[in-house]
Structure formats: C-alpha cells, structure tokens
C-alpha cells in the first residue's frame, strides 16, 4: 500500500514522481513499461537518429490505413523507457502560443489560462543563462541556446525570412512567437536533458520512492466508484499495488485512454464488444485525438556543407567517438539551429505553421536518408482541425490498441499544408539561398498545382510525435477530466499528461506535459496555485503583446 500509484514515468511521470514524493510523508510508487535509460544514445544529443532507426526504446506503434493519406499505415514513434518521450525526441523546448492556453480557459476550463500556466513553466526551467521576463532560472528542466548560430546554411535561412518579409523573433517562448529565429533547447552539459535526467534521477533514493520499470499496467482496481490500486505485469506474473490517496495516469495519449478502457470506463458498447465488462460510462475516453503532421520542401545543396557526413559510418562513428572521449563535436547538438513560426494567411490571430531547419534531407523519420547534400524547410500544422481515436482492440493489455489519427479529414488542414509547402518554397527561393540551392527534391519542380501538392503531402507526410487529447479537460459529455484533471464520474482518479489537452497547441508538447504535471501536482497535494503571470509593462506598451 502507497499513498499514490503514477502509472507512467514519461514527461509527466517524472515531474510527479519528483513533486509528490517532496512530502516525507506521502508514500510513490511509479510504474514504467520500459526499463531503465542505459543507453548511451539518450544522453548523446545527436543520438535521437540512432535510436529512431534502432526502434530500441520505442513502443513499436502503427496507425490504422488512413482514409485520407492513400490508406497509408504510419509509424508513431513513442519512447518506452524512463523519462518516455523525452529520452528520444529532438529535445526542441516550446511552449506553444498564449492564446492556445487562453482557448483552453474559453473553453470553461478553471486555471489554465496562459498568465496561470506561465508561472508553472517557469517553475519547471532551469535556463542555462538564469531566469528573466519569460524564463526560469533555477527548476529542474534544463534548457540552452546555442552561443551563435555559426551554420552558413542556417544563417541563410534567417536572411531569407528577412528577405521573405516575415518577423523575427528573439524567443520563441517570449512575447512573440511568430517569426525566425534560435531555437532553445532541452540540452545542458553536451547532454539530453529528460525528464529522468531533470526530475526523476536525482531523487531516485529517496525512501518514499519506488521506481517499478518492465512494469505494465493492466487495469485500474475500482470499488465502490473509486480508484484504489492498479493491477500490472512484471516478469510474466500479474501484479497488485493497491493506493491510498489516488491514482494518476501519466503515459500519454496513447497509454492513458488505454488503461482507462481495459479498467471498463469509456464507451460500454465499444466496451463490451473488445470483452471488457463496462464499469464506468465516459464517452470522451480515446476521442479527441489530434496530432501535428509534418512535410517538407527539400532541395539539394550545390556545397557539400550539410550535416550528411555525420551520417555516413566513418564520419557517425567519429563523431561517437570524439562524443565519447571529450564530449565534444557534432554529436552535441540536436543539429537544429533555427526555426519559424508562420501564419498562412494575415488575419488569423496567431501562427498555424512550425518550420524546423533541417541540414539534411531524409524520408520516413529519418530512417532513410538521402545520399546527397542538401537542406529542408520542414514544417508541420500547428493547429489541425482533423480528429482521431485510440480505440483498444481487446482486453489484453500487450495489444497496441487501434490509433486512427484521421489526418487531414478537415479540409483546413489539407489547406495549410498546401500553403506550407508554398510558403517553404518562398523562403528557399530567396536571394540569401542563391549560393547554396540546388534542385529540388521534393515535391520536385514538376508539382506545381494544387493536386500535385495535395497528392505530395498525402504520400510523404508523417507524423511530428506530438499526439493529445484522449483524455480531454472539460465540462461536456465528452470530457473525460474536469479542470482539476480529476476523471468525471471516478473518485481518487486523475490523469495528468498530454491526453488531457482539450486543444493540441502550436508548438513542440515536451515542454506543456511537463507544466501540467506540475500543475497537477499543486493540485493533487491541495497547494494554491502559483500566482497568474503578468506580462512585463514595456512588452505591453510597445504593442507586442501576449495575445497578438
């Protein structure tokens, strides 16, 4: 018996883990699937390509053909080991616009506007050049940026936003998102910054803390409508640890909606129909699914100065062993230097766009790359309007369950991506890239129409690993928490992750899981929340404002 059972020890686990357990008093235990973060790609900032294409750390997860991508089956990467996503992801540290947390709130949601999520955010960073206006400067989450941007093809990616007419920006994370400009980090030391690294690890040895990893959750323990322990399976055995206080889901849209639904709450007849006797009715449970889908403009480079020999054995196992030896060299950074948020038309109130700058051109995850030099406009949709499902297929536990994101269902979405493989083309088309443009590799000059370009997107656009949702924050029948992240209908219950998300926002989601998990840890150990941020008077007076 514990006072608290977190299921999950990814982004949001961690920070639970780390926050609750702060009590002397209260008793954690914490459920991982994966194992322990051993490998020495995670620390290793450019090792996220090698554990993409090792698949080592990923819970192997496909989607259904989907309907509106030519029926494709799509590979959903998903870290399955100690601090979860965050030991394999591309360590980009984003919040997402203001007025994505704002919705939120509009949406009845208490708290979670962004001048209430803000202190939180700041609460987690702990920024390498100490805190300001907009950052933290001494929590857990370590964050950087690099010194200078030093790339020739990087700088001509910021020049040609000038050229272009679109708006810089100084941080992504500040007062204005839109525009070009240095990307901030999750890296501290030459090494990934996981949520374990941050949150988990250094409080490992503490005697209220039991860290449970090869550990899956089979099923929530209900009685009498509450939560009171959780049932998983370790070493071919079934297993029982019963709760205190509560329970809290944290393994994402994927894990979360699914345990809720082999626990029998969710829809009775899908329920029944997999062999899982219903328990509680909640329609929302696995609906609301939304993702961020990514394509690229990708061109070869006339100067054989992009980062493909890194790639290459000799040059990859250089760089491993400079890495190694001096922790020093290419295989310290994440190998993005720059970024753009972009709105695809004038009117809307913020950026509908994300653009990464990439030094290399490669398919299908990076799994493949392309054997030439050159360079990407990649970019995805930051605010979809298609909807998903993660719907269980039976009550077996070890069975992925059904994800079916329906990208580009909406025909707003099919419309921002078209105008975001325009708009890349314009910025690579500028004068600031005459030096190093090649031809173009995709879509390839010959996709010049609208159907072409739709047709491009559909065949080669993956997923960007930032799915939410299915365990959405509100108050309608399709809810599935209230603002408190508490499940409706469920005492002793909450899920605190990125499934709770009612609206998915523009920008990467490491950053945001975290801040609701330490949200939710005011929350769960009946703390006041964190005093409302208040954007500084010379931002406010300078009309450069939060909601703009």
């Keep these: 018996m514990v006072d608290y059972i977190v299921v999950g020890a990814g982004s949001a686990g961690c920070v639970l883990a780390n926050r609750l357990s702060a009590d002397p008093h209260a008793t954690v235990a914490v459920l991982e699937a994966g194992g322990k973060d051993r490998n020495m790609f995670i620390k290793m900032p450019a090792g996220y390509l090698a554990l993409m294409k090792s698949g080592a750390l990923d819970w192997g997860y496909h989607t259904e053909p989907e309907p509106h991508m030519d029926g494709r089956v799509m590979f959903w990467p998903r870290g399955k080991v100690l601090g979860g996503s965050s030991a394999v992801n591309g360590m980009v540290y984003i919040r997402g616009h203001a007025s994505d947390y704002d919705m939120w709130a509009q949406l009845g949601n208490r708290g979670w506007s962004y001048d209430d999520c803000m202190p939180y955010f700041k609460r987690s960073e702990g920024r390498e050049t100490g805190a300001s206006d907009y950052h933290g400067g001494d929590g857990p989450l370590l964050t950087s940026r690099m010194a200078a941007i030093t790339h020739p093809l990087t700088k001509a990616w910021l020049e040609a936003g000038l050229q272009g007419g679109f708006p810089m920006t100084d941080d992504f994370n500040g007062a204005q998102q839109e525009g070009f400009g240095p990307v901030d980090s999750t890296i501290a030391g030459n090494q990934r910054a996981s949520a374990a690294r941050c949150y988990l690890h250094p409080v490992m040895n503490r005697p209220n803390l039991q860290v449970i990893t090869n550990a899956l959750a089979s099923r929530v323990l209900i009685e009498h409508g509450r939560a ?275 609206r998915l926002v523009s920008g990467n989601t490491n950053a945001p899981t975290i801040m609701i998990a330490e949200k939710a840890a005011d929350m769960i150990l009946d703390r006041p929340s964190l005093a409302p941020f208040r954007a500084p008077a010379a931002r406010a007076a300078s009309g450069v404002g939060l909601r703009h």
């Excluded at 070890?398 to 708009?423: F, K, S, W």
């Design 228 to 502: 009171v322990g959780v049932e998983y399976l370790k070493g071919g055995r079934v297993h029982t640890m019963r709760a205190e206080r509560e329970v809290i889901l944290s393994g994402g849209a994927i894990n979360s909606p699914q345990l809720l639904q082999l626990s029998g709450i969710g829809e009775g007849d899908h329920l029944l129909s997999v062999g899982v006797k219903p328990v509680h009715e909640l329609k929302g449970v696995g609906h609301n699914l939304q993702d961020h889908l990514a394509a690229g403009v990708k061109q070869f480079c006339t100067q054989p100065i992009s980062f493909l020999p890194h790639t290459r054995p000799i040059g990859a196992t250089k760089a491993l062993l400079q890495y190694m030896l001096t922790k020093t060299g290419p295989a310290t950074s994440h190998g993005l230097e720059a970024m753009a948020f972009v709105k695809s038309r004038p009117e809307i109130i913020a950026p509908d766009l994300q653009y990464f700058f990439v030094l290399l051109i490669y398919d299908d995850h990076g799994r493949k790359i392309t054997n030439e030099h050159g360079f990407m406009a990649y970019f995805n949709l930051a605010r979809p309007e298609s909807r998903g499902t993660i719907m269980i297929r039976s009550n077996d536990p070890r069975q992925h369950p059904a994800i079916q994101p329906n990208y580009l269902e909406a025909r707003e979405d099919v419309r921002v991506m078209r105008d975001g493989i325009r708009t890349g083309r314009q910025i690579l088309a500028q004068k600031a890239f005459d030096p190093y443009r090649g031809e173009e590799y995709g879509p390839g000059r010959q996709a010049t129409s609208d159907a072409d370009i739709d047709a491009y997107v559909r065949q080669t656009a993956e997923t960007i690993y930032h799915p939410v949702g299915t365990c959405k924050m509100g108050s309608d029948p399709m809810a599935v928490v209230d603002d408190h992240l508490r499940v409706h209908g469920v005492e002793g219950l909450r899920v605190a992750d990125a499934s709770i998300m009612p």
